[in-house]
């Protein structure tokens, strides 16, 4: 009878997740991200970013925080996030975004990307490899396709855009 209930709650779970728009699972997905990288717990982002984002941005993130003393940020927690204006065009979105801490006030936009029906945050930063080994050269490259796409729409700056080398 257990086991019956939990298949059931799985299956609804699964359904529900379904149904959801694409909003909803962009506000999951920028809430979730924007929530750990406020409270300076970058582990807590990875399953709401993409692999090129843990790759580069995370992984040099939680680098940095191993040799913090969280008595240095302590002050600056905890962050409240609230989302504001979102543009979705087909995989690409943009989500406003208020960051408010005890001590900083902080207005910023975030990228989100659809792979594989999953909406996931793309912050990717290009690390020097001198400090971040794990970030192999070509791994956080976008396609000149989505390069494209996303200075059509004002998402980033060029300096952000590592064209790959086809």
């Known amino acids: 009878m257990k086991n019956i ?3 059931i709650l799985a299956v609804l779970a699964i359904l529900a997740s379904a149904c959801q728009s694409d909003s909803q699972k962009i506000t999951t997905a920028a809430q979730g991200y924007l929530d750990a990288m ?3 717990k970058p582990s807590e982002a990875r399953p709401f970013a993409t692999e090129q984002t843990c790759q580069s941005t995370l992984a040099f993130y939680e680098k ?3 040799n913090v003393d969280p008595s240095i940020y302590a002050n600056n927690i905890p962050a409240t996030i609230t989302l504001g204006e979102m543009v979705i065009d087909d995989t690409i979105a943009t ?4 960051k408010s801490t005890p001590t900083v006030e902080q ?5 989100l990307v659809k792979r594989n029906k999953t909406w996931l945050v793309s912050e990717v930063i290009n690390v ?3 400090l971040n080994p794990n970030v192999k050269k070509e791994s956080h490259k976008f396609s000149d396709e989505e390069i494209a ?4 729409n004002g998402v980033h700056s060029d300096s ?3 064209p790959s080398n086809k």
């Open 38 to 40: 406020g409270n300076y």
């Open 5 to 7: 209930r939990l298949s």
């Open 64 to 66: 940095i925080m191993e």
């Open 95 to 98: 989500v406003a975004y208020h």
């Open 160 to 162: 952000t855009f590592t």
């Open 128 to 130: 020097p490899a001198v």
């Open 107 to 111: 207005d910023g936009n975030l990228t």
């Open 149 to 152: 796409e996303m200075r059509k």
